[in-house]
Nanobody, 124 residues
Framework: QVHLVESGGGLVRAGGSLRLSCVAT????????MAWFRQAPGREREFVAG????????YNSDSAKGRFTVSRDIDLDMLFLQMNSLKPEDTAVYYC?????????????????WGQGTQVTVSV
């Protein structure tokens, strides 16, 4: 059974940093496209950043560019999101998602696996 487990969320002041981690177990994700999504209360789940399993290219949303960096450790089946210069509007539950043997999608629908989410709260 496949599991994605996120960690690293928490409460931080505006301008601070957090590093999210996601570990995948139960299958190999060497060729999976993996991404971070987030969902704030009352809002739809939105793409934050991801890495294509087919090309290795990274993608960032406009809100993440210049502040967030996505990376992965293929050998450990882990995905990371380094978040710097955090803003209150970054407050959300952050989810790790995986899509086997397909490219990155900015829409959450095509992803096969999801973690349970980790809360990120940025105070003013």
């Amino acid at each position: 059974q496949v599991h994605l487990v996120e960690s690293g969320g928490g409460l931080v002041r505006a301008g601070g940093s957090l590093r999210l981690s996601c570990v995948a177990t139960g299958d190999t994700f060497r060729r999976a496209s993996m991404a971070w999504f987030r969902q704030a209360p009352g809002r739809e789940r939105e793409f934050v950043a991801g890495i294509s399993g087919t090309t290795g290219s990274t993608y960032n949303s406009d809100s993440a560019k210049g502040r967030f960096t996505v990376s992965r450790d293929i050998d450990l089946d882990m995905l990371f999101l380094q978040m710097n210069s955090l803003k209150p509007e970054d407050t959300a539950v952050y989810y790790c998602a995986a899509r086997q043997r397909m490219g990155i999608s900015f829409d959450p629908s095509p992803y096969d696996y999801w973690g349970q989410g980790t809360q990120v709260t940025v105070s003013v």
